[in-house]
């Protein structure tokens, strides 16, 4: 039986799909068998940051709906031939699959592959419902701000209501040159609050946003910052022990002394 | 779904305690006396930490109250959170111990009075704050207690209940005598009592003491960094701003008609 799990984060945009996509194809690039869940439904764009957009012809909700048999409905990837997508549909509401169905899906593709990702929409109502059904771990994505940790307390409370391992944390767009000047929540402040493992630390990197727009995963670039944080990722969730990129994040003398000028302000 | 048929698949425990749903009626009343003809029924849920499925239908304050004194009341168990826009799910019950400490001594019915006194709005380590008449207002309602509404607890106001577990963003308790929390309290997170919190780790949410109108209540933290603090009527909140807080353990109570915050071991 392979792992499956969800890719979540609560607040929009903080990079669940990018992280899905490049998690995916780290791990394909490792040997393992992937397969990527898009359970965005309505809002699907896993495919276009995969480059297999072309290539969809049929989708989660005709598989649940029983127009297609699922091995129809998987992409296979143009890099891996051990790497799959099962692409959302692009106009059906989130209420065409039910958390059961979900289950299923997942519990059929888990039996095939060794690892299932899936990329959660954001918010915490029906769709998350869906993608959190089927799954046995979860990644939280988060930026180093405080809306962005707060929603992902949130999630985390609402997953321990759930049957599975704590879930692991991912902090993606982290910009040292801010948290050197204090400007920036640091790890140790998001650490201090959610209290979970730490997976690993993506930094800000536009060399995301050429490989999102090319359709090429960041980590097939042996040059990307980012890329390189998220092969590491994939190798910690492999169980190795891989050290902490060095980004040099911690505040510095400036950072400090302007939070301590900021608190003696009271 | 009908209540005869949910009645067998109560819930299920979870890593953090119970997993209720509500069943599927047609009113909000005929939902509460099917869940609470099916907790009469079941094994018992007492001290644990309740996460209630409320299904499609989206719950008013006052429904959430009347929940809440039901299971407080009736089976002495703490309603943690409530997830909304979840389908019902069927998975047999294994009960779990959790949070059980005091709450058992079905005493004498402690006859809960709402905070009368004025509210007065405070800053936190300005160390004192004076009720302000600008600010002043009305007693709280009631139903803003979330524990009064019922004459006689079968709670004694002493009766303590202890949440093993860190309180995360959107999680609440409310409770009928004293909480003690081993771990944090979140941002985001609230507590409210009729007794004393006291909170093991570090309270970062919003708790209110004496919440029916004892002002002799304290709120104790090993770290209190709260978003807000009340005790019977009188609120306290956080400097706007980035604030460095005591490294030691602190209290806040009224004296002198203010919210004090002191050092916990002087
Ligand atoms: N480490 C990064 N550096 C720079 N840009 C990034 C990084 N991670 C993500 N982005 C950009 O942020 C945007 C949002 O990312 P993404 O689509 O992965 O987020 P999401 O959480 O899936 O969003 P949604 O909630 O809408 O599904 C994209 O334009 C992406 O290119
Ligand atoms: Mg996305």
């Not at chain 1, 998690?23 to 359970?39: E, T, Y």
């Not at chain 1, 692409?87 to 519990?107: F, N, W, Y």
């Not at chain 2, 019902?88 to 005493?107: F, L, Q």
């Not at chain 2, 207690?145 to 202890?162: E, H, N």
């Amino acid at each position: 039986m392979g792992e499956v799990c969800v890719i979540t984060s609560g607040k929009g945009g903080v990079g669940k799909t990018t992280t899905t996509a490049n998690l995916g194809a780290s791990l394909a690039a490792l040997g393992k068998s992937v397969v990527l869940i898009d359970a965005d439904i309505g809002l699907r764009n896993l495919d276009v940051v995969m480059g297999l957009e072309n290539r969809i012809v049929y989708h989660l909700v005709d598989v649940v709906e029983g127009y297609c048999r699922l091995a129809q409905a998987l992409i296979k990837d143009k890099r891996f031939e051990n790497l799959c997508l099962l692409p959302a549909a692009q106009t059906k509401d989130k209420t065409a699959v039910s958390p059961e169905q979900m289950r299923g899906l997942c519990k059929e593709l888990a039996q095939d592959f060794d690892f299932v990702l899936v990329d959660s929409p954001a918010g915490i109502e029906q769709g998350f419902r869906n993608a959190i059904s089927g799954a046995n771990q979860a990644i939280i994505v988060a930026t180093p701000e405080v809306s962005s940790v707060r929603d992902a307390d949130r999630i985390i409370g609402l997953l321990e209501a759930e049957d599975m391992r704590p879930p692991r944390l991912i902090v993606n767009r982290l910009k040292p040159a801010m948290v050197k000047r204090g400007d920036m929540m640091d790890i140790d402040d998001i650490l201090d609050i959610l209290a979970v493992e730490l997976l690993g630390v993506v930094p800000d990197d536009d060399s995301i946003v050429v490989s999102t727009n090319r359709g090429e995963p960041a980590v097939l670039s042996a040059s990307s910052r980012a890329g390189q944080a998220y092969r590491d990722i994939a190798r910690r969730v492999l169980g190795e022990e891989v050290a902490f990129m060095d980004l040099d994040a911690r505040p510095g003398i400036f950072g400090r002394l302007r939070r301590l000028f900021a608190a003696g302000d009271r | 779904m009908a209540g005869e048929q949910w009645a067998g698949i109560r819930g299920v425990s979870t890593r953090s305690g119970v997993r209720l749903w509500l069943p599927e009626q047609a009113t909000f009343q005929d939902a509460k006396l099917a869940l609470a003809k099916a907790l009469r029924e079941g094994p018992s849920i007492r001290g644990l930490a309740v996460t209630l499925e409320a299904g499609g239908r989206p719950l008013r304050v006052a429904e959430l109250r009347e929940l809440e004194l039901l299971l407080l009341e009736q089976h002495g168990a703490a309603l943690l959170q409530v997830i909304e826009g979840a389908p019902s799910e069927t998975r047999a019950p294994i009960p779990i111990g959790v949070i059980p400490e005091g709450g058992d001594d079905a005493e004498s019915g402690a006859r809960l009075s709402a905070a009368s006194a004025e509210v007065g709005t405070g800053a936190r380590r300005g160390r004192r704050a004076h009720p302000s008449p600008s600010t002043a207002r009305p007693a709280l309602p009631k139903e803003a207690m979330g524990l009064v509404g019922s004459r006689d607890l079968p709670l004694s106001p002493t009766a303590t209940v202890l949440v093993k577990r860190t309180l995360r963003s959107g999680q609440r308790v409310h409770f009928a005598g004293n909480v003690v929390v081993l771990g944090d309290v979140n941002p985001g997170a609230e507590i409210v009592a009729a007794g004393d919190i006291v909170v093991m780790g570090t309270l970062r949410g919003v708790a209110h003491a004496g919440a029916t109108g004892g002002e002799d209540a304290i709120v104790a933290a090993f770290r209190l960094q709260p978003t807000q603090l009340r005790v019977a009527s009188y609120i306290g909140r956080s400097p706007d701003g980035v604030s460095a807080h005591a490294a030691v353990p602190e209290l806040a109570r009224v004296r002198d008609g203010a919210l004090v915050v002191e050092r916990l071991m002087p």
